[in-house]
Structure formats: structure tokens, C-alpha cells
């Protein structure tokens, strides 16, 4: 039966789609393309917060990237094998240096990051702050949602930047998120500006960040397509692929706190299961669902996956991106459906904050702390209970494991 379904979506692609049109963000007269359903794996139900609305659609936005790709169904190269069913809700497979897009599922359909938005971060943030720079952490750096991912970073601690990306990127930490947003733009509701600046650079219209880890926040989007654009940009730095290689670091002691050092692992199985692989993010959020980006070289290509909206069983995130990486390494190379555009190839409008269905209107943020959206209420510290919370984290953080408990990424 399911031989039979993927003949099926396959054959309709055929009749479907046509060679891919590379074009920028043009006007369109004609109403987007529907696409084809995109092959499903079955998934258990979840519970999750009511899904944000997105902003309007912009069919400017939409055809970035070539005209094919305007769709919230499947694209795919004409007479290539169906790629393999997943549980995300959408995804796009690239080639990073050529820049064509191999194929995709709703490549411009807006989804929740969590923490893959922290790519975002990097490609902002990475070459401006000195790596060797030792920072003292501040009480808003700790300002994160209780119960989300942190390395442990402790108040009044003292860290080298090098060690923030590290746990970045490594252990997902919203503590580090805040700290490096603060040392690139003087506090981190600068750096997400700067974020949302440099995502326009790049021509990922859809993106539009309110954290700059990635922990939920009203009107906060980005898309299969857009997250691949900052992936590239990330995998073009080699400092960013030393670090997203790296399978441990030590966090260092805090002699002056009295606190010891501890070890963190990278979460991302990839580097540990997939030949060839490069690194990448993970991400989740109970609003998202998991996210990923992962990239991998084979035979001289390498290829990026983005997914968004993906349920951990029955396989997990990055077993779906390495699964689509070798449905992508598989193709002619020569195989496209678009391309990924160059920086400051394409202008266009931050797209506009939108409110989860039943949530109050969301507040400016305090100069004084990162505010945090998670399951449609704003979630804001005192300054005693963030310091609590930090020793707390910092504590539970070295003594438990670092894979295998779900949990808000961000």
C-alpha cells in the first residue's frame, strides 16, 4: 500500500511540476501553485499550545527563490525518485555551495524555529565578538524560561566567548544565547534586532526573530527556505564548522563562586551516526514540535537539510534530516527545483507580529530582561528568582544526562 502511495505522489509530481524557474522575488500574477501532498510518516497525537497565526502570505516572499517553490505541498525535480515520508510539516533539501534547492515540502510556509533560530544568532553575532574575549555573566543573561535548555552558566561567572558558542551550539543554551546577543549588540533585544536585520541581508523575508535563542515569542516565524539561507551563511564560516564538529567541551571552574568545572556534549546524533556529516542544530519547543538543520558532504557536494514542525517518533529529527540528505545525495547533480539566492539579492518588509489564537497582546519587552513566550503567556523572572533559578540550573545542569529527557530547546 504505501509502494503504491509513493508511485502515486510521484507520478503526480511528474505532471506537476516543471523544470524549476531560478528567479528572485518577482511579482506573480497567477495564484501560487498547490503542489502535491507531501509524503507523510505516521505520527502519535501530541498536545501542544493553539498554533500562532502567521502573517498574510506575500507571494513576493513566497517565489524567492524561483517560482516552483511557492507552494505549501511537495516540489521535487521532474522524474526523481519521492523523497522519504517524515513528520515535519515542511522542509528543504540545498546543496551549500551551488545554492540550488533540491527539493522541498511548503519551502516558504511559516513554522516555529525553537532553537535552530540560534543559526541566526551565529551568522549575526559569530565574526563580530572576539572569541578569546572573557565575559562576566549578568543577571539578564539568565533571564530564560524555567525549565528550558541552559549549559549553566552561573551569575558573576566569567567565561570566554569561545566557550559561550560551545555551549550554543553544543547543549542548546538560552543562557549563552542571551550572554553572546548582549557582548554583539550591547543587550540582547539589540542583538535580536540585529538578528532580523541580518536576516533581510540574506533574503530570508520570512524570518522574523523575538528571541535570541529561539524560546517562543509572539509573531516570532522563519521557513524551511529561509532557514536554509542562514544555514549557508553559517556553514561559509570555518570557525562556526569547527565548533559545530565539536563532540565535547569542558565549561571551566568558577573558582570565585566555588563552583567546578563540567563536561557538555553536542546533542545533534548526526555527527555521531551520519558519514560524512558537518553539524548542525537541533530544536524544540511544545509550540514548535522539533526543528532541525543538519548538513553533510558526500562525493564533493555538501548538502543541507532544514525541517520544521517534526514529531520524535517514530524517528527522530535528525533521522528524518539524514534520511532526506541521502534522498538529496542520491539526485542528479544537476537536479533543482530553485535556488537559494545571494545576500542582498533581495529586499522586503519584516513581516509583521501575529498573535497566537486566544492570546493577549503581547507587550514591549523590559530594557531590563528577555520576556519569553510559551504556551501563550508571557513569561518574565524577578531578579530573585533568576538568581535562585541560575544556582539551581547550574547545579542540576552538571548531574544530569545531556541526551535523552525531552524538553523546551527553544
Known amino acids: 500500500m504505501r509502494a503504491r502511495a509513493l508511485a502515486a505522489v510521484t507520478a503526480a509530481v511528474l505532471l506537476t511540476t516543471g523544470t524549476a524557474v531560478p ?20 505520527a502519535p497525537p501530541v498536545k501542544r499550545p493553539p498554533r500562532p497565526v502567521p502573517p498574510a502570505p506575500v507571494p513576493e516572499q513566497r517565489a524567492v527563490g524561483g517560482e516552483a ?47 535552530v533560530q540560534k543559526l541566526l544568532l551565529a551568522a549575526t553575532m559569530m565574526r563580530k565578538i572576539d572569541p578569546k574575549r572573557v565575559a562576566t555573566v549578568t543577571r539578564a543573561d539568565l533571564d530564560i524560561t524555567p525549565g528550558s535548555s541552559a549549559v549553566g552558566l552561573l551569575e558573576g561567572g566569567r567565561y570566554s566567548v569561545e566557550t ?20 554583539g549588540a550591547g543587550s540582547a533585544q539589540a542583538g535580536v534586532k540585529e538578528m532580523n536585520a541580518e536576516a533581510q541581508r540574506l533574503g530570508a523575508l520570512q524570518t522574523r526573530a523575538v528571541t535570541p535563542s529561539g524560546l517562543d515569542g509572539p509573531g516570532q516565524f522563519t521557513s524551511a527556505y529561509d532557514l536554509a539561507l542562514i544555514a549557508r551563511a553559517c556553514f561559509a564560516d570555518p570557525t562556526f564548522r569547527r565548533y559545530a564538529l565539536t563532540e565535547r567541551t569542558q565549561i571551566p571552574a568558577q573558582p570565585a563562586l566555588r563552583q567546578p568545572g563540567f563536561q557538555i556534549q553536542n546533542e545533534n546524533q548526526l555527527i555521531y551516526r551520519y558519514p560524512g556529516a558537518l553539524g548542525g542544530k537541533t530544536g524544540f519547543t511544545e509550540l514548535a514540535r522539533h526543528t532541525y538543520v543538519g548538513a553533510a558532504q558526500r562525493g564533493g557536494r555538501r548538502l543541507v537539510v532544514t525541517l520544521l514542525g517534526a514529531e520524535a517518533r517514530p524517528v527522530r529529527a535528525w533521522g528524518q534530516g539524514a534520511r532526506l540528505l541521502d534522498w538529496g545525495f542520491a539526485l542528479p547533480r544537476d537536479a533543482s527545483v530553485g535556488r537559494l539566492v545571494q ?11 501575529a498573535q497566537a489564537v486566544g492570546a493577549p497582546a503581547a507587550a514591549e519587552p523590559p530594557s531590563t530582561g528577555t520576556p519569553q513566550w510559551f504556551g501563550g503567556a ?14 539551581l540550573v547550574a547545579v542540576g545542569r552538571r548531574r544530569r544526562a545531556t541526551r535523552g529527557r525531552r524538553r523546551a530547546r527553544g
Not at 513569561?379 to 544556582?391: C, R, S
Open 69 to 115: 517553490l511557492a507552494t505549501p505541498g511537495l516540489v521535487v525535480p521532474p522524474g526523481t525518485p519521492a523523497p522519504p515520508p517524515v513528520t515535519a510539516t515542511s522542509w528543504l533539501v540545498a546543496d551549500l555551495d551551488t545554492g540550488a534547492v533540491l527539493g522541498g515540502c511548503g519551502p516558504h510556509e511559516y513554522g516555529t524555529p525553537a532553537s
Open 23 to 42: 528567479a528572485t522575488a518577482a511579482p506573480r500574477e497567477a495564484a501560487p501553485p498547490t503542489g502535491v501532498p507531501c509524503p507523510k510518516l505516521p
Open 378 to 391: 508571557v513569561v518574565g523572572g524577578g531578579a530573585a528568582l533568576v538568581g535562585a533559578l541560575a544556582v
Open 343 to 353: 545576500p542582498d539579492e533581495v529586499t522586503g518588509e519584516v513581516p509583521a507580529p
Open 164 to 183: 559561550a558558542w560551545l555551549g550554543l551550539l553544543l547543549q542548546s543554551g538560552n543562557d549563552t544565547a542571551n550572554l553572546l546577543a548582549r557582548l
